[in-house]
């Protein structure tokens, strides 16, 4: 079994900045991307930021300069900064992750989602 277990969201004024984190655990034989994707109420779920496990990220054009994706490798997690938060980034932000099992499966991994609101 694989689990992904997010933190870090909360409520946030406009201007305002937030960190989230994702750590994956359990029978993981390697992890390739990691990223994470939004999704708002009434919208599709769409894709934020993703590494890759050399550290190439990619970002949406809605967030490239304010957010940075980054990866801690040996403790499988990832970390998303934002920074410049606008009400628009309100959403639940859900963690995802591309890996191998240790039964050599691949596979993409959800986490249940963090909610972040901002708003004055």
């Known amino acids: 079994q694989v689990q992904l277990v997010e933190s870090g969201g909360g409520l946030v004024q406009p201007g305002g900045s937030l960190t989230l984190s994702c750590a994956a655990s359990?029978?993981?034989?390697?992890?390739?991307?990691m990223g994470w994707y939004r999704q708002a109420p009434g919208k599709q779920r769409d894709l934020v930021a993703v590494i890759t496990s050399n550290g190439s990220a990619m970002y949406a054009e809605s967030v490239r300069g304010r957010f940075t994706i980054s990866r801690d490798n040996p403790k499988n997690t990832v970390y998303l900064q934002m920074n410049s938060l606008k009400p628009e980034d309100t959403a639940v932000y859900y963690c995802?992750?591309?890996?191998?099992?240790?039964?050599?499966?691949?596979?993409?991994?959800w986490g249940q989602g963090t909610q972040v609101t901002v708003s004055s």
């Open positions: 359990g029978s993981i034989f390697s992890i390739n991307a």
């Open positions: 995802y992750a591309r890996l191998e099992s240790t039964r050599r499966i691949l596979r993409t991994y």
